[in-house]
């Protein structure tokens, strides 16, 4: 593979030299220039030297509320102290790296950093500026006793040995349906029915793709999933093989993840020893073999038709549906992928039933998730909830409240993606069938915090529920804010689709024209004509979404965009 071939020559060099290049080249029998097409695309590789101290500080959501741009002027300021020709010392930005929960975070020559104060990391850049190593911070993997882990711990694969006995794909499948799991990457997908579709596909070899390319600002739960109950992933993974008749499967997995890479390729090592997975499995005649493969970056391999892509050694942009993978995915085979948490539900609900499950809702809703949540609050972090939990639930006993005595200003409950939905929202700004519903007779407005956090509610109050929960108290400008999530969509468009490759870049510059005060009222209109264009031309979801931010500032906190019009 020509992906993974690049990561292990980056990974001896810190850069992909010419020479290696061409001997790439010549091994694999490929024209230099489909190396170079890879190799050019996916911001993991470099094609220069890098830096003697290479320091990207994270500019996505829970960074910049936590003062990432500040971080990143004083240790620029450091770096030209430091001096050096050439520049020893080369601070910039990075999108989202997946610790939001210790906001800011930093690299420093590929070391992710995260909960550091300013002096922390100012001691790292002057340890890295003397050619000294640096050191790993380990997190913690022990098991949290979350009731996803039927095993506390101690991993047994208890239902492939149950499917090895019983063979009852059938039953498996009407578990799933019963315990109604969706897509828990924020399609929200049945998937007892994406295993039922491929299952009935003709055509061989099958393949499951677990999509570990957790890349959406704000979103962090499957880092710990992966990190703390592995085994859990990995048998869903393998369930999934044999319940649809896969042979091989991949953990597709994003690079700064490397601890999280290192358990899972422990856990597989250990599950193939014991015959859970690989050649024969437990005797049973029955085959199935996983594997990591480590993503080369992009926020856009998140999407499923892109992750294939990479994988099939091409520039990972998305592909044209039909077909959909679950037909025509990964080397044109039918295809599982599903995400993290999904796979890792998929054993407890084999083994307790699909009502076990479906009953640890509240509040009218099925099921329980897991949830990032971060910004404003007191206790950032992943915790396991169920579905229908109130968003003043969520905020005020699970992440301790409001952090610095600030009060709720709004909140994002899908990441960027979703845009932003104040603290209180107007009765007029709510759709009629959610007012007739959900508000009381004569009231003026809904308070966010009585909302049950449950796919249908929320969308039927015309909002997005994600993984991802970032939360904005009283002193967030929402204006900055939307130009801080409309230029992550910026920075990570693939730019095949012209439409949202030009518009996100047009809507940056609007925005930025707006906080600065030069923006006039008759311009706004803009906004929404890129936000239809793009919506309606873009492929994957991110053209669709990339104005969501703005969008949701001008419905909801009018007073902010007016107090930064252009007064000319």
């Known amino acids: ?212 390319d957790e890349s959406e600002p704000g979103t962090f739960k499957d880092r710990e999933l992966l990190r703390r109950t592995p085994y859990l992933v990995l048998e869903g993974m393998i369930l999934a093989g044999l319940v649809t008749g896969a042979a091989k499967g991949y953990v597709y997995c994003r690079h700064e993840y490397e601890e999280e890479i290192e358990v899972v390729t422990e856990a597989i090592v250990k599950a193939t020893a014991k015959g859970f997975c690989g050649e024969n499995i437990l005797g049973s005649g029955l085959s199935f073999s996983l594997e990591v493969f480590v993503s080369p970056g992009g926020y856009i391999q998140g999407e499923e038709t892109a992750l294939l892509e990479a994988m099939e050694d091409r520039r990972g942009e998305p592909r044209n549906k039909p077909p959909f993978p679950t037909t025509g995915g990964l080397f044109g085979k039918p295809t599982v992928i599903n995400n993290v948490e999904t796979l890792a539900w998929a054993t407890g609900i084999v083994l307790n039933g699909g009502e076990w499950y479906r009953d640890q809702g509240i509040n009218g809703a099925f099921g329980m998730r897991f949830v990032s949540i971060s910004g404003d609050v007191k206790a950032p972090g992943v915790y396991e909830v169920p579905f229908g939990q109130t968003v003043r639930d969520l905020v005020f006993n699970t992440a301790g409240g409001m952090r610095d005595g600030q009060r709720l200003k709004a909140i994002a409950p899908s990441g960027p993606s979703g845009g932003f939905i104040p603290a209180r929202i107007k009765r007029e700004l709510l759709p009629e069938k959610f007012v007739k519903e959900r508000l009381a007779p004569g009231a003026a407005d809904y308070d966010v915090l009585d909302l049950p956090l449950d796919l249908n509610t929320v969308g039927a109050m015309g909002g997005m529920l994600g993984a991802a929960f970032v939360v904005y108290g009283d002193r967030a400008d929402m204006v900055d804010n939307a130009l801080n999530c409309v230029e992550f969509y910026r920075n990570e468009s693939c730019g095949k689709c012209v439409p949202c490759r030009i518009g996100s870049e047009k809507l940056v510059e609007i925005l930025i024209d707006l906080r600065a005060g030069r923006l006039r009222r008759q311009e706004l209109g803009v906004i929404s004509e890129l936000a239809d264009v793009m919506g309606i031309t873009s492929i994957c979801g991110l053209g669709q979404v990339a104005a969501n931010p703005i969008a949701s500032v001008l419905k909801y906190f009018p007073e902010e965009v007016e107090k930064h019009l252009s007064r000319q």
């Open 1 to 212: 593979m020509i992906v993974q071939a690049l990561h292990e020559i980056q990974h001896r060099f810190h850069y992909l030299p010419a020479e290696e290049l061409h001997a790439l080249s010549q091994r694999l029998r490929v024209p230099l220039h489909r190396i170079h097409e890879v190799a050019s695309f996916y911001p993991l590789y470099r094609l220069q030297p890098p830096s003697q101290v290479d320091v990207k500080v994270c500019r996505d959501m829970a960074c910049h509320l936590r003062g990432a741009e500040q971080l990143r002027a004083a240790l620029t300021a450091q770096g030209n102290e430091l001096g050096g020709a050439p520049a020893r010392v080369v601070v910039s930005g990075v999108s989202c790296l997946g610790q939001c929960d210790y906001a800011p975070a930093v690299s420093i020559n590929d070391n992710v950093y995260r909960g550091k104060t300013e002096a922390q990391l100012r001691d790292l850049v002057k340890l890295a500026a003397a050619n000294e190593p640096l050191p790993h911070q380990h997190a913690d993997r022990s098991p949290l006793g979350w009731k996803i882990d039927p095993y506390n711990g101690q991993p047994r694969y208890d239902a492939v040995r149950r499917f090895v006995e019983k063979r009852d794909a059938d039953g498996i499948i009407n578990a799933l349906k019963v315990a109604d799991l969706r897509g828990m990457g924020g399609a929200g997908f049945r998937t007892h029915l994406k295993w039922s579709a491929v299952r009935g596909t003709p055509g061989a070899p099958k393949y499951v793709v677990c999509n570990a």
